[in-house]
């Protein structure tokens, strides 16, 4: 899960992979895949970074384990 702001200073959590679209308008939108738009105080290539963090963390090999 990545951790967002909503403008109104909540945070949440979202599966990276129900957002579709994540857009400067000039405040950031996130799309979901049902449609769902949240305006959030995170930008873009925030949002991007946490998404490629998130993803390196599940599948990257543990460093415990054998490859």
Known sequence: MVEL?????????????VIEVVEETPDTVLTTVTGKKIIIKEGRQEVKNLVKSYRRDIFAPSANEEI
């Open 5 to 17: 702001t909503k403008l109104n200073g909540v945070k949440f959590l979202i599966n990276p992979d």
